[in-house]
Each structure stands twice: as C-alpha cells, then as structure tokens.
C-alpha cells in the first residue's frame, strides 16, 4: 500500500478572508498616503546627505560603517515590501497571524477582525521604524537607539493588548 503526502484536499483553502469594512479600506488608503509621504522624506533626506554617512550603528549608537546615502534605500525598500505584504496579508490573518490565544481554526469573527487590525497596524509601524532610521541617520547628530527601542517596546505592548483582547472575545 503506498501513501502519498502530496494528495491534495479540494475541500482546503489556506485561509478564510476577513470581510471589508469602511475602517479597513480607510486605513488603507491613509496607509499608502503615509507611505508616499514616507517615501519623499527618505528621498529628500538622501538629496540633501552628503557623500559620505553613517550605514550603520553599534549597540552603542556609534556609527561604524560609513558608506554612499542611497545605500539606505535598500533596507528601506525591504522594510517597505514588509509592510505591503503585512497590510494584504491582513485580510487573510488565518494564513498570516500565529499568536498564542489565537486559534486559527477555532476563531469567531471578531478574532479574526481584531488579528486583522493587529496586523495593519503592525505594518503602520514599519513606516514609522522606516522614518526612524531615516532621521536617525540623516538628520540627527546623536545616533541614539532609544527611539528605536521605544517604538519596538510600543510594538510588543500592541501585540500583548491585542492578545488579550483575542483571548476575551471567545
């Protein structure tokens, strides 16, 4: 008898998508303005650099790397992809969210709908980590990484608050 792992189940869908609300579709679209916005302050920042500065920095927040300004674009431009493919991805949470309390297959809507909003807003702080680093490099003189860790601190605070919140909707 031979059993085949790769037997497909017509029956299966990788997840079920989260139903399109007014705030959603608002969202999105002050999303893709902000990241427009973004966007051109990155690329007026890097107009007005000089040839040469900081690439990246030690835990200290020294500068030890030194390099041409548009090699930040790079990073930027990753940081970016993340954040599009996390505000699709909200639409489908099953697929794209696994956190504790939250049961994919078990979950009621209003799971659901909150896992979605976790992930948009999620993705609303890559831009403002984009902005960071950006004025982090470009325009202050201290290097400092406390803004960062404030905002990834402010990050972990969300996901806990929306965990909960996951938790008690069942």
Known sequence: ????????????????????????????????????????????????????????????????????????????????????????GAYFPKSTLNLPGYDKEKANARQHQLAAWLIRIMAAFMLVLMLLIALSTFVLNNHSIVPVIVLLGVMVAVIIVFSILMHRAK
């Open 1 to 88: 008898m031979k059993i085949s792992f790769w037997k497909i189940n017509k029956n299966f869908r990788w997840s079920t998508p989260v139903q399109r609300t007014t705030g959603a579709m608002i969202f999105d679209c002050v999303f893709l303005a902000m990241l427009a916005v973004v966007w051109g302050v990155i690329i007026w920042l890097i107009s007005r650099a000089p040839s040469t500065v900081p690439t990246h920095f030690g835990a200290s927040g020294q500068p030890d790397a030194w390099g041409s300004p548009t090699r930040h674009l790079i990073p930027q431009a990753i940081i970016t992809v993340v954040a599009l493919i996390m505000l699709v």
